[in-house]
């Protein structure tokens, strides 16, 4: 169980880190 939240908080931040590029590759 703790692995599993491990994964999908990484996912978050990978999530958040391509969603944040996707904005400055807009701009």
């Known amino acids: 169980?703790?692995?599993q939240?491990?994964?999908?908080s990484h996912h978050?931040?990978?999530l958040k880190t391509?969603?944040?590029a996707?904005?400055?590759h807009d701009i």
Request: proline residues 0%; hydrophobic residues 55%; without cysteine.
């Open 1 to 3: 169980m703790h692995n």
């Open 12 to 14: 978050v931040i990978i």
């Open 22 to 24: 996707n904005l400055i």
């Open 5 to 8: 939240l491990q994964m999908s």
């Open 18 to 20: 391509l969603s944040t």
